[in-house]
C-alpha cells in the first residue's frame, strides 16, 4: 500500500511511522487510520525491534479530524462508538500489544485522541514545546482511547480528573514532573534523544523487552501471586532464548553482548 497521510520506513531495526497531515495537525481521517493498520501490520515478522511515533510539523496529534464530524442540527448525531469499535480501540490495543518497544517522539501539540495514542506508547519523550489536551470536554465527549484507563494510573486520579474534565493544555515538563511521560527535552535535541534510545532499544534483547512491557501491562489485572505466576511463565521462554544464552556468555567473558532479537 502507498501512504499519503502517514511517513513510514524501517532500518537498522528502527521503524519509524509518523503521522503526516500537518496542516491538520496530523489529525485523524479514514485514510489515515487504513494507513497506520497497514504499516503497523508490516512490522510483524520484519527485522524492526522497536518503533518511533511522531508527528509531521509542528503538532504530533489533534485526534480526530472534526471537519469529519459536523453533526446536523436535530439530527440523530453519529454513532462514535462505530469509529472506535473500528479504528481507535485496534489502534491503541495493537500499540499495547506490539512485541517490540514503541517510543512516542512528541514534537508538538496531542490533543484528544493523539494525546491518548501517545501515553499508550511504552515511553514518551516530548519537546519542552508540546502539550498534551485532554479536548474531549470541550466538545462534549468523554476521553477514549484509552484516557480513562491509562490516565489514572499514570497520575492518580486528582490530576486525571482536573485533565479531562478541565482539558486545559499539559506542558510537557509538567507531564515529566508528573511521570505522566518518560522524559521532557529541549524542541532541538528531541531528534537526537529519540535516535539515541531508538538506537539502544534495537540492540536490545527484544523478546526480553516485549514479555516486560506485557507484563507491566498485565500487572493492573492482577493479584501478587497471579503476577508472580506471569513473571515465571515468561521467564521460562526467555531461559530459553538466544539473547538469554549471549547475554550470560557476553556477562561471564566481560565483553558487550550482541542481542539478536531472538
Ligand atoms: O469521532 C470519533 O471517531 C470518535 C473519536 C474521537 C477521538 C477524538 O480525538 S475527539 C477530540 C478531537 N480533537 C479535538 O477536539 C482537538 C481540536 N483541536 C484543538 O483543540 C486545537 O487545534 C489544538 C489544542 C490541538 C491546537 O491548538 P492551536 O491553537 O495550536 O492550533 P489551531 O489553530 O487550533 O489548529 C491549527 C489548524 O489545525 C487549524 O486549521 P486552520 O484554521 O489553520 O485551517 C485547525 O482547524 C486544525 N485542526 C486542529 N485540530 C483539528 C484540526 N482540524 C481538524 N480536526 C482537528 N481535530
Not at 526467555?238 to 532479537?261: C, H, M, N, Q, W
Request: charged share 20%; with cysteine.
Amino acid at each position: 500500500m502507498a501512504y499519503d497521510t502517514i511517513l513510514f520506513g524501517m532500518e537498522g531495526g528502527i521503524a519509524r511511522l509518523t503521522l503526516n497531515r500537518p496542516d491538520k495537525l496530523n489529525s485523524f481521517n479514514t485514510q489515515m487510520h487504513t494507513e497506520v493498520r497497514d504499516a503497523l501490520g508490516r512490522l510483524a515478522g520484519s527485522d524492526a525491534r522497536v518503533l518511533v511515533l511522531s508527528g509531521a510539523g509542528r503538532g504530533f496529534c489533534a485526534g480526530q479530524d472534526l471537519s469529519d464530524r459536523a453533526v446536523a442540527p436535530g439530527s440523530a448525531g453519529i454513532d462514535l462508538g462505530e469509529s472506535i469499535d473500528k479504528y481507535y480501540k485496534p489502534l491503541v490495543l495493537s500499540l499495547h500489544n506490539l512485541p517490540l518497544p514503541v517510543i512516542a517522539a512528541v514534537n508538538g501539540v496531542a490533543a484528544g485522541a493523539g494525546a491518548n495514542i501517545a501515553l499508550a506508547c511504552d515511553i514518551v519523550i516530548a519537546a519542552q514545546s508540546a502539550t498534551f489536551v485532554q479536548a474531549f470536554s470541550k466538545i462534549g465527549l468523554l476521553p477514549d482511547s484509552g484516557g480513562t484507563w491509562t490516565l489514572p494510573r499514570l497520575v492518580g486520579n486528582a490530576r486525571a480528573l482536573g485533565l479531562t474534565l478541565l482539558g486545559n493544555k499539559l506542558p510537557a515538563e509538567q507531564a515529566a514532573a508528573w511521570g505522566m511521560i518518560w522524559q521532557c527535552v529541549a524542541d532541538a535535541d528531541l531528534g537526537t534523544t529519540v535516535d539515541a534510545l531508538a538506537t539502544t532499544l534495537a540492540a536490545a534483547p527484544t523478546r526480553g523487552l516485549a514479555w516486560t512491557k506485557a507484563a507491566i501491562r498485565a500487572s493492573w489485572q492482577h493479584s501478587l501471586a497471579e503476577q508472580l505466576d506471569v513473571e515465571r511463565d515468561a521467564q521460562r521462554k526467555l531461559g530459553r532464548s538466544a539473547d538469554y544464552a549471549e547475554g550470560v556468555a557476553a556477562f561471564i567473558g566481560k565483553r558487550t553482548p550482541r542481542f539478536t532479537g531472538r
